[in-house]
């Protein structure tokens, strides 16, 4: 398994509105080994059971270049996951518990878990890292209904209403 001195990996997951993409990387870093991708991820429109299952798949496939056992951290970008400052948000919630059966079912155990707003994930893929620009993001229905929230940089939002 994914003992000491074994080589360990890293899972990202881009759970969009209209497609759901994972890719495995080394932890120490150098290229992506797999990736694989399946229909939409929004975690507030797909059905869970549905989510879990297009999670699965995924991972299954990705998971076919290294040992469960090996992957040390899974980092999950998902459409309608509401922010962490929200932990009851249903979109959240959903996105986390298909996450955590998707996980159980590819045979990750341990490793470090983060669930977060699609967002997140666009604007740390932005140019810039650490960021340093501007990363104007758009769409509807979500964005007007969403407070701007700092995760390590300022954002700032315009326009809509912030309930």
Avoid: C, K, Y
Wanted: proline letters at 9%; hydrophobic letters at 45%.
């Amino acid at each position: 398994m994914g003992g000491p001195g074994r080589v360990g990996h890293v899972i990202g997951v881009d759970a969009g509105g209209t497609s759901l993409r994972a890719a495995l990387a080394p932890a120490a870093g150098g290229p992506v080994l797999a990736t694989a991708a399946a229909g939409a991820g929004n975690a507030r429109l797909v059905p869970e059971d549905v989510l879990t299952g297009r999670l699965a798949r995924v991972l299954a496939e990705v998971l076919t270049a290294a040992d469960p056992g090996s992957v040390r951290a899974v980092v999950a970008g998902f459409a309608g996951a509401g922010a962490p400052e929200h932990p009851d948000d249903p979109g959240r919630l959903s996105a986390e518990r298909s996450m955590a059966a998707a996980l159980r079912h590819a045979g990750v155990q341990g490793a470090a878990v983060q669930v977060v707003g699609d967002i997140d994930v666009a604007f740390a893929g932005a140019p810039g890292t650490p960021a340093d620009g501007l990363g104007p993001v758009s769409s509807w229905p979500s964005a007007p209904r969403r407070p701007a929230r700092t995760l390590g940089a300022q954002r700032h939002r315009t326009g809509g209403s912030a309930t």
